[in-house]
C-alpha cells in the first residue's frame, strides 16, 4: 500500500512538472529543485516517506516537514509583497516575538479569553507594520535602515510586555494554533488559508496590478494616479500582520513566550524562500505560490540534513550551496547560455 501510494504521489508530482514546464512557469524551477530532494530522500532515507494514522491524524517526516514550514510559508507571503513594491523588511521576526509576548501576556497575567488575547497579537502586528510602512513609505527612509530599527528594537519592546520572562501557558485554544490537527497540522491548514486569501486579494482585484506597478516603476504609477505611498504602506501593514500569525503560531508551538528566540532568523529564512520563488528584489512581478514551494524546500532540506546527521555548524553551507543553484537556474543569463548550448547540440 505505501509503494502504491509514493508511486501516485510521483505520477502526479512528474505530470504537474511536466505540465509547468510546457507552460514556462516560473513554479518550475523551485518545485522541481524540491522534487530532486524529495527524489534523493527517496532512495537515500527509507523512513522519509512513512506515514501513520494514530488518534485520527497523520504523523510522519512529511507531516513535519509541513508542519514547519508553515511558519516560514505564512511569512513569506507578507515578505512577497514587500519585496514586490522594492522593499525589504527584517524585522519580521521581531513582530513574531512581539505577538508571542502579546499573546502570553494577556492570556496568563491579565487571564483574557482567548480570542481576546489573538486579537491583541495580530494588532500589535498590524502596529508594527504600519510602524514600518510609515518610516518607508512616508518619511522616506530606506527599508533596509527603517526595518532594521524595529529588528533591533522589537525584541526590546517583547521583553518589556514579558517582563524579561518566559512566559508559560497552557489554555487549549491558543496551544491549538501551533498543536492542532485536522487530519492535517493545523498549522500548513491556515498556511493554506493565508495564501488563499492573499491570492484572492492580489490576483482577484486590482491590487496585485498596483503593487507590480509600484515596484516595476513608481514613477511611472504615481503618474499614472497610483497612491504609491498608500500602496508600501499597506503593503508594510500586511507584512506584520503575517508576521503576527507566525508569532502565533511558534508561541503556540512551543507554549511559551520567549522574546529572545521566538521568530530568531526566520527574517532570512522568508527572504530566501522569496528569492527561490523567482521574485526579483528590485521589484514588479511577483509570484505567491512560489514563494511557498520556497519555504517547503527550505524546511526538507534542512529536515534531510538532520536526517544525515549533518553537524549544525556546517548545515548551512550545503543550504546556502542549494538556495544559490536554484537561484542561478532562474537567472536570465543562465537560461540563455543552457538555451544556446541546447541549440548548439
Request: glycine fraction near 8%; charged fraction near 10%.
Amino acid at each position: 500500500m505505501r509503494i502504491v501510494a509514493i508511486a501516485v504521489f510521483w505520477a502526479i508530482l512528474l505530470a504537474l512538472l511536466y505540465v509547468l514546464r510546457r507552460n514556462r512557469s516560473v513554479v518550475f524551477w523551485p518545485l522541481l529543485a524540491l522534487s530532486c530532494l524529495l527524489l534523493f530522500n527517496l532512495f537515500s532515507t527509507p523512513q522519509f516517506y512513512q506515514l501513520d494514522w494514530r488518534d485520527g491524524h497523520l504523523y510522519g517526516v512529511p507531516i513535519d516537514i509541513i508542519n514547519h514550514a508553515s511558519k516560514v510559508g505564512i511569512l513569506a507571503l507578507g515578505m512577497t509583497l514587500v519585496i514586490a513594491v522594492g522593499g525589504i523588511d527584517l524585522s519580521v521576526g521581531a513582530v513574531m516575538a512581539i505577538a508571542g509576548a502579546m499573546m502570553a501576556y494577556m492570556t496568563v497575567q491579565m487571564n483574557m479569553p482567548p480570542w481576546y488575547c489573538i486579537a491583541a497579537a495580530l494588532v500589535a502586528g498590524v502596529i508594527a507594520g504600519m510602524w514600518n510602512g510609515f518610516l518607508v513609505a512616508i518619511m522616506g527612509i530606506p527599508p533596509m535602515v527603517a526595518t532594521l530599527i524595529l529588528m533591533v528594537a522589537g525584541r526590546g519592546v517583547a521583553q518589556l510586555i514579558t517582563d524579561g520572562q518566559i512566559i508559560i501557558f497552557n489554555n487549549p485554544t491558543l496551544t491549538f494554533i501551533g498543536n492542532g490537527f485536522i487530519v492535517i497540522p493545523f498549522p500548513f491548514i491556515l498556511m493554506l488559508i493565508m495564501f488563499a486569501l492573499t491570492w484572492l486579494l492580489t490576483k482577484g482585484t486590482a491590487v496585485g496590478f498596483l503593487i507590480e506597478s509600484v515596484g516595476d516603476n513608481e514613477v511611472a504609477a504615481r503618474r499614472a494616479g497610483v497612491n504609491s505611498c498608500l500602496v508600501k504602506f499597506l503593503v508594510y501593514v500586511f507584512c506584520g500582520f503575517c508576521a503576527a500569525i507566525a508569532g502565533l503560531v511558534q508561541t503556540s508551538n512551543i507554549r511559551s513566550a520567549d522574546a529572545n528566540n521566538i521568530g530568531l532568523n526566520l527574517e532570512l529564512d522568508a527572504i530566501m524562500s522569496v528569492v527561490i520563488g523567482g521574485t526579483a528584489m528590485t521589484g514588479g512581478r511577483f509570484y505567491l505560490a512560489s514563494s511557498i514551494i520556497g519555504a517547503l524546500l527550505i524546511q526538507a532540506l534542512t529536515t534531510t540534513m538532520y536526517a544525515k546527521d549533518v553537524s549544525p555548524v556546517v548545515a548551512p553551507v550545503p543550504k546556502a550551496l542549494v538556495i544559490l543553484a536554484v537561484c542561478l537556474l532562474q537567472s536570465e543569463r543562465v537560461k540563455r547560455y543552457l538555451a544556446s548550448r541546447r541549440e548548439a547540440v
